[in-house]
């Protein structure tokens, strides 16, 4: 079964400044999906970022990108120039088969950022 | 307007009570999910269905009946409620298990199971 490991509970960045949240996950497949979720207050999951992992290269969206190592099972996401409107929960999530069986869609335990003033 | 909503907002019910969450969406779609989080889980899928009457299990779905007569509602119904299914619910929706496309949640339900 896939897992999504996010090792930091809770961050905290000043404004403008860069802050880089990590996850890993295990897999057997070689073709799945990866994104960032972003939640905020209002308890929204927001899309922030996705990456193929067939692609080599890092995904990027404006302010956001993430470092996919396919072989390390690494998927961080950095956030440049931080905003206050980047405070929230952010979530790692897994999306590819299932074990021979369907797909499945696995979520990390997920990080709260902080950006301060 | 077009989009997934989810109701009620918040619950508040007694355990052993029948309870139903209801999911609808504007778009089509032809899956949808139910999540529920709970702090240090992040989301885990309950069930999930790929096209009206046709539905499959999650990682969690022992407590809990779904059903998809119409492609754009899928309630979830908890048939005897219990403390541990106290959480955040939320519906999401894709129009289809590639990858590339967006999955869109809803806002959530909050429950709380006395």
């Known amino acids: 079964a896939q897992t999504v490991t996010q090792s930091q509970p809770e961050m905290s960045v000043q404004e403008a400044e860069t802050v880089t949240l990590s996850c890993t996950y295990d897999t057997s497949e070689s073709n799945y999906y990866l994104f960032w979720y972003k939640q905020p207050p209002s308890r929204q999951m927001i899309l922030v970022i996705r990456?193929?992992?067939?692609?080599?290269q890092n995904a990027t969206e404006n302010r956001f990108s993430v470092n996919f190592q396919k072989a390390a099972k690494s998927f961080s996401l950095k956030i440049s120039d931080s905003q206050l409107g980047d405070t929230a929960m952010y979530f790692c999530a897994f999306f590819g088969p299932r074990d021979n069986y369907g797909q499945n869609f696995v979520f990390g335990p997920g990080t709260r950022l902080s950006v301060l003033p | 307007d077009a989009g997934i909503t989810q109701s009620p907002r918040y619950k508040i019910t007694e355990t052993g009570r029948q309870v139903t969450l209801m999911c609808h969406q504007t778009?089509?779609?032809?899956?949808m999910f139910w999540y529920r989080q709970d702090l240090g889980h992040g989301l885990r899928l309950i069930y999930y269905?790929?096209?009206?009457?046709?539905?499959d299990k999650g990682e969690v779905p022992d407590g809990y009946v779904v059903s998809r007569s119409k492609t754009e509602n899928f309630p979830l119904t908890l048939e005897s409620a219990t403390r541990s299914q106290t959480s955040v619910y939320f519906c999401?929706?894709?129009?289809?298990?590639?990858?590339?496309?967006?999955?869109?949640f809803g806002p959530g339900t909050r429950l709380t199971v006395l």
């Open positions: 269905s790929a096209a009206a009457d046709i539905t």
């Open positions: 990456q193929e992992a067939y692609k080599q």
């Open positions: 999401a929706s894709r129009r289809s298990l590639a990858g590339a496309d967006t999955q869109y």
């Open positions: 778009w089509s779609h032809s899956y």
